[in-house]
């Protein structure tokens, strides 16, 4: 017998926003940590110094999609068909991401770079922080086109010179940010998180008290027989390694106010994660370097989060992951987004969870966060 034929879902540039007839419960707001813009063409044009201006990052958009270049390369993303995750107008334009998000019923969004990650892989040090300088002021101008309703996530360019973070972190907090982010996974031979050299960093994140995130999909590489559903069926939970790098290495211990949020990477493989990291620290504490003083899901429910859009199986995991742990989102405008679906996910929450829960996990763990 066969099975019915399942409809694709629309790309974002077609997919329509249905009404659902139902109220959220008082007093409920509903905000995305993880939303993306689209770095408009003059975002580096009049923002860098004079002397960098005829080597800044050049942003152009044609047929194609929007594309990046320095430092002669082009730095888009391989293998992408750009028009798929840029193609959604509201991504640049205020008064259209408004209808937008008043039509999937979203309070308020935390935004994201859509290519400007790719920054990382410059030479130049000093023309990667100018650069970076550029669009936080950038990003910092756009959401304040939307006030209270986007808020950025500024890009921290100090990963390559920790000891430079906490200057840096006072030049974010003047352009207004309440979220930062670095790399998940930078380039092995210049960064290892776990080394003495960035304890300087984690230090002046912890005292800055703005949450630290880390976002997926950084260095997509699409080549061969399936490799795009390979690439994002394997992406979309790729934070096992990276919460055990911060926990065994004693990073989160010796940092207690230090918050990080994983973000995209789902809820669900959280559980699994944690008896993990418990059963492998006692079956191996003798050899452990360094030794924690409790076992590593403690430092979880003490101090990270993780963004999840649609994740049934993470919901019925709450008890494990944490109910304060958890934080819904929408990922708008990408083609994996709740765009269009967002409202009856949020009905679903509070059909499947008591009000209380449903109101944390779609909004009030995030205000409290980040004191939105």
């Known amino acids: 017998m066969t099975a019915p034929a399942i409809p694709p879902i629309a790309w974002p540039v077609d997919r329509e926003i249905p009404a659902v007839d139902w109220e959220l419960p008082v007093g409920t707001r509903v905000i995305s940590p993880d939303d993306h813009w689209l770095e408009p063409p003059d975002l580096f044009v009049d923002r860098m110094p004079a002397k960098y201006r005829d080597r800044a990052p050049k942003v152009w958009r044609d047929e194609t999609g929007t594309h990046l270049e320095c430092e002669g390369r082009n730095l888009d993303s391989v293998g992408q068909n750009l028009l798929l995750t840029q193609g959604r107008p509201g991504m640049a334009d205020h008064a259209l991401r408004e209808a937008d998000m008043d039509a999937d019923g979203i309070d308020v969004g935390l935004i994201f770079a859509q290519v400007s990650m790719a920054l990382y892989s410059l030479e130049d040090e000093d023309l990667m922080v100018h650069a970076y300088d550029a669009y936080n002021e950038g990003l910092a101008e ?76 950084e260095n997509p590489n699409y080549r061969g027989r399936g490799a ?24 989160l211990e010796r940092h207690p106010e230090m918050n990080v949020v994983f973000t995209e990477g789902g809820i669900s493989w959280v559980p699994a994660a944690l008896h993990d990291a418990d059963r492998t620290y006692r079956q191996f504490e003798s050899e452990m370097k360094p030794q924690l003083a409790e076992m590593p899901s403690y430092y979880w429910f003490r101090q990270c989060y993780a963004t999840f859009m649609d994740d049934p199986s993470g919901i019925k995991l709450l008890d494990d992951i944490g109910l304060s742990n958890a934080l819904w989102s929408t990922d708008y405008p990408h083609p994996e987004s709740t765009l269009g679906e967002s409202r009856a996910l949020v009905k679903s929450f509070f059909e499947d969870l008591p009000e209380e829960q449903a109101k944390a996990i779609v909004g009030g763990n995030a205000a409290r966060l980040w004191g939105i």
């Open 228 to 251: 795009l559903g390979t690439f994002l069926t394997t992406g979309f939970q790729p934070f096992r390694r990276l919460w055990s790098l911060l926990t065994f290495s004693g990073t």
């Open 142 to 217: 756009f959401c304040a086109g939307m006030p209270g309703r986007l808020h950025g996530v500024g890009i921290l360019p100090t990963i390559y010179s920790p000891e430079k973070t906490a200057d840096y972190i006072q030049k974010l907090k003047a352009w207004g940010y309440k979220a930062m982010q670095i790399p998940s996974y930078p380039k092995a031979e210049r960064v290892w998180y776990n080394g003495s050299k960035w304890d300087v960093m984690w230090e002046a994140i912890e005292e800055s008290g703005i949450p630290l995130s880390f976002h997926i999909g």
